[in-house]
Structures are given as structure tokens and as C-alpha cells.
């Protein structure tokens, strides 16, 4: 109905030629290739370049590399502490995020305002300056750590082991989590808690039933992009314990730039196993997300 | 009332509980020393002093500042136009540009430098080393904020009646965009290029791997100087903290107005 009524004037007034709206429409394309050519050296080009490599070896297609990775220890504990890492740091972070965030609708508008700005500013400390940050307060000889040490409070936190490491991740999936599930609770309306308490529904009866199952879209997927997020991290991981805990985005990275040896078909290998692990968590929480819609 | 007062006591919790890196790496850059006490003993601006004089340091910022206002630059050239073809003359290009812009984002930075480093290692395009291959992947990292930004701005715009209106008054199709669409969009691009900036200013990955100390940024630097004091570093993250901030509080300016 808009075209019909806007074509006509869409031809330029002073061209006449039958020829022009179509060599425009010429010039238009040409705009865009700069950004496909950017997208495709930077973006696309890597991406198969990792693909192909990762079945290649000296003479040949190999699945080599998978099986390498499949049948090794060292490859697997990567796995696993990635895996654990991102999961224990996803959920500590999406219930603190939960709670924080359904607190927050609660207070004043300008304490709420307030805060929002505040976690947008947290959300900028990540990466190598956030593990600097840790290292001051509870690294060996952080502040928090000796005060604790001579009142005698700390037991066995190590700041560069795997707890330390969730502790980190937590921290920045904290900012992530409030941001994307802050919105999301608007999709609770106020009346249905006071519906549920006059049908004499406790306030965890009234989460159990209504709260979380409206939300459990929003909670599937903002819990996928935190666990997303903190498997594909590696500057936090790296700056930490300067690439000495075995993670897998620190054993791509090092067998691409370390300097023992440098293996980047392996590297490849492994990238495809990391990306499609994502790619399957994402399909199961599409999945998850149907039945979740199916059931109402 | 107790409800009240629960609430309160969360979202002050969650306060707490995200300022304390923040505010301890605050106080340890201006202490002159801080071991085993609840406070830092000594105020001091030494250490920032000390930063600000080091010229590897100041180095190092003017590198990240180069290569990230060059790629923003860069981004805005070749976006801005793009996202207006799109919206004017492909509109059925948007939904495909939408899943376009999500591969950066499936694929960690850690991923496409595997590939990135062999590409360009050597052969036509030796960029790997060189301030280049970080414009190229920050251009990357920067097009799924911009193209979103801009595509929420022309969505509001009714641009074919604008067009058609700067038709009829003579205008040609380029001066038409710049005087009349243009002018429009500088509110969302203005908040797009702030926040893709403090996004930039803190990527580490690719500029480790794929240059390191060939061209040294703030972020690598900030890494190569984890040997030395934690007051010194403090004061290093500080300021970079500062820096962002004042980005941030320009992107949430901008883009409050519209």
C-alpha cells in the first residue's frame, strides 16, 4: 500500500531516463561492498579458515586432530574447567542477578536510575584490568587477603586456582546478567502477586508458580549468553595466571602465539569443538524455550 | 514496610558487592603503602605522577586512541551509508544483515585469531604486527552496535517520505542523505561510537595476539607491567577506568536525548 502510493515520487524529478532508477540502484549496491569486504577478510575468512584447517593435517583430511584432542587428558581437563567455570559462574551470577534485579524494580525511581548507570559503569571493568583489581584485594599479598590472614578468617582461598577463577567470572557476568534481565522483569505484572496472595499463595509459592515460569524464557536466555560469554573468555583467565591454568580459549591461544610449539591446525581443532559446544548449548536452549512456550 | 526495607537491603548489597574492586583499586592507587590494615596509610598522587611521566605509558594510550578513533572513524565511512542502502533501496537485505552481524559474537576473539593470524601473516596482505589488522577486527567488534544503533534510528524515521519530500524540493539521492537523513541519525551514531569506543579502548585479545609489543596498546601494556607494583598498576587501571566512564556518561547523553 506505502510503495503504491510513494513510487512515483520516488523517481527523481529531473530524470527522464527509463535507464537511471536501475543504475542507482547500482551505486546503492556498490555501497555496501565495503562492509562485506571487511566482514569477509575479518569475519568470514577466519572462520573458514579454522574450519578447513581443523581436518587438515601433513598429508591430507584428517579427523586426527578431533580424536588427538578426544583421547588427551590435558585437552579434556581444559575442557572441563572451562565448562565448569562458565557453569558454576553462570548460575552463582544469574541468581544474584535474579534476586538484585527484582529488588531493584522495587525501590525509588531515582535510587533505581541511579544504580542502572552504575552497573552500565561496572560493566566496563572486565578483562585485564579486572583481574588486576582482584589481585589487589585478595591476590597473595591483596589487602583483603592479609587483613583476613592476621585475623585469622582465611582458610584456603586462592585467588589463582579455579575457585578464584569463578569468583572472577562471576564478578563480570554480574553487570551483563543486570543489564539483560533487568527488562525482562517488566513482563511480571504487579497484580498477579497480589491475585496470588488473596488466593492464599505465600511469596514463595507465587515464584514457584507464576514468577519463575513467566520468566523462564528471559532467565534461558540471559543464562546462554553468560554461559557463552564466559566460555569464550580469555583475557581475565590469562592476565590472572598469565596462561598457566588450563583452560580452552588459553590452549588455542597458546598454541597459535606461545613459545614452545606452535600447532595451529590443533588450534583449529579445538576452536571448532569450543564453537560447536556453543552451538549446542544454544540449540538446547531453543529447544528448552518451545516447551516452555508449549506448555502455557 | 519490611518488603520495603528487604529490597533496599539487596540492591544496596549488590552496590556494595560490585563497587569493592572498583573502589579498593581507587584506594590503592593513592595509598603509599596498604598492607594488612582496613584503610591504605598514606595518601598519595605518586604513583599517577609516576604513570603520567612514563613515556611507554603515554606511548602506549596514544596507539590505543589512534587505532581506536581510526577505526570508529573508518566504521562511520562505510556504516552509515551501508545501513541507509539497506534501509532505502534493500529492505529485505535488513533481516539477513541481522544474522550477519551476530557472527563476530558467535565466534570468541580467541577463535577468529587463530585463523586471522595465518591469514595475514604473510602472502598479499601481511597486516599481522602492524596497527592495521586491529582496524580490521575492531571494525568487526564495533558493526553489530552500530548497524543496530542506526537501524533502530532510520526505523523511527519515515525515510521514504523524507526522501520523496527532498525529491520534490530538487534535492539529488547523496545530498538529499546528507542534509536530510543524516542529521537524523547523529544521535544514535553519536551513542553507538561512544559506547563501541569504550569497548575498544578495553580489548585485549586481538591486540595481544595478533600484535603484542609490535604496537603496543593500553591493554597490553597494562599486562607487561603485572610485575611491577600493585600501586603503580592501580593507578594504570584508574585511569582507564576514568577514561571509560567519562565515554560512557557521553554514550548515555546522547543517547538519552532521542
Known amino acids: ?296 | 514496610m519490611r518488603a520495603d526495607r528487604y529490597h533496599h537491603l539487596v540492591v544496596t548489597l549488590l552496590i556494595l558487592l560490585l563497587a569493592v574492586p572498583i573502589v579498593a583499586t581507587l584506594l590503592y592507587s593513592l595509598a603509599q603503602r596498604w598492607e594488612a590494615t582496613i584503610l591504605p596509610e598514606g595518601i598519595t598522587l605518586s604513583w599517577y605522577w609516576q604513570l603520567w611521566q612514563d613515556s611507554r605509558f603515554l606511548t602506549a594510550f596514544g596507539h590505543s586512541l589512534l587505532v581506536c578513533v581510526g577505526t570508529l572513524l573508518l566504521s562511520t565511512i562505510i556504516i552509515v551509508p551501508a545501513v541507509f542502502v539497506v534501509f532505502y533501496r534493500f529492505p529485505s537485505l535488513d533481516r539477513w544483515m541481522n544474522i550477519l552481524i551476530l557472527l563476530p559474537f558467535a565466534m570468541p576473539p580467541v577463535v577468529a585469531s587463530v585463523g586471522l593470524l595465518q591469514l595475514f601473516a604473510g602472502g598479499p596482505l601481511p597486516l599481522v604486527g602492524t596497527p592495521w589488522i586491529l582496524v580490521g577486527c575492531y571494525f568487526t567488534i564495533a558493526l553489530p552496535f552500530m548497524y543496530r544503533s542506526l537501524a533502530n534510528s532510520l526505523q523511527a524515521l519515515n525515510v521514504r517520505d523524507l526522501m520523496d519530500a527532498a525529491y520534490l524540493l530538487g534535492a539529488s539521492t547523496p545530498r538529499a542523505f546528507l542534509n536530510v537523513i543524516l542529521p537524523n541519525l547523529r544521535k544514535g551514531l553519536m551513542a553507538s561510537l561512544f559506547l563501541s569506543f569504550s569497548f575498544l579502548l578495553g580489548e585485549f585479545v586481538f591486540a595481544n595476539i595478533l600484535v603484542g609489543s609490535r604496537y603496543e596498546t593500553l591493554q597490553v601494556y597494562l599486562y607487561s607491567m603485572r610485575a611491577t607494583s600493585g600501586h603503580f598498576t592501580s593507578a594504570v587501571v584508574t585511569s582507564y577506568f576514568l577514561f571509560t566512564l567519562v565515554l560512557t556518561w557521553f554514550a548515555t547523553r546522547f543517547g538519552r536525548q532521542d
Not at chain 1, 85 to 92: C, K, M, N, W
Open chain 1, 1 to 296: 500500500m506505502k510503495t503504491t502510493l510513494s513510487s512515483p515520487l520516488s523517481v527523481p524529478v529531473g530524470v527522464t531516463t527509463a535507464r537511471a532508477p536501475r543504475l542507482r540502484y547500482w551505486r546503492a549496491a556498490l555501497l555496501l561492498t565495503p562492509m562485506f569486504a571487511m566482514l569477509l577478510l575479518f569475519c568470514l575468512a577466519p572462520m573458514g579458515w579454522v574450519v578447513i584447517h581443523s581436518l587438515q593435517s601433513d598429508d591430507g583430511l584428517t579427523l586426527g586432530h578431533f580424536k588427538e584432542i578426544l583421547g588427551s587428558p590435558f585437552y579434556l581437563q581444559a575442557f572441563d574447567n572451562s565448562l565448569r567455570i562458565s557453569l558454576y559462574s553462570s548460575v552463582i551470577g544469574l541468581l544474584v542477578t535474579l534476586a538484585g534485579a527484582a529488588s531493584l524494580r522495587r525501590v525509588e525511581s531515582r535510587l533505581k536510575n541511579a544504580v542502572v548507570a552504575f552497573i552500565n559503569m561496572t560493566s566496563n571493568l572486565s578483562g585485564v584490568p579486572l583481574a588486576f583489581a582482584f589481585i589487589i584485594i585478595v591476590g597473595t599479598n591483596g589487602a583483603l587477603t592479609l587483613l583476613f590472614r592476621q585475623w585469622g578468617w582465611l582458610d584456603d582461598f586462592h585467588l589463582y586456582s579455579r575457585s578464584g577463577l569463578i569468583l572472577l567470572y562471576t564478578y563480570f557476568q554480574l553487570p551483563l546478567g543486570l543489564l539483560l534481565l533487568y527488562p525482562a522483569l517488566d513482563a511480571l505484572d504487579d497484580h498477579w502477586q497480589e491475585a496470588a496472595s488473596l488466593l492464599g499463595a505465600n511469596h514463595w509459592a507465587y515464584w514457584r508458580h507464576v514468577g519463575l515460569p513467566v520468566l523462564a524464557p528471559a532467565l534461558l536466555g540471559t543464562f546462554i549468553l553468560l554461559f557463552a560469554n564466559a566460555m569464550g573468555a580469555y583475557a581475565t583467565a590469562f592476565a590472572l595466571t598469565a596462561g598457566n591454568f588450563n583452560l580452552v580459549t588459553v590452549r588455542i591461544a597458546s598454541l597459535v602465539s606461545g613459545n614452545v610449539y606452535l600447532e595451529p591446525n590443533m588450534a583449529a581443532a579445538l576452536s571448532v569443538l569450543l564453537v560447536a559446544l556453543l552451538a549446542l548449548v544454544t540449540a538446547m536452549n531453543q529447544w528448552l524455550l518451545k516447551r516452555s512456550y508449549h506448555a502455557r
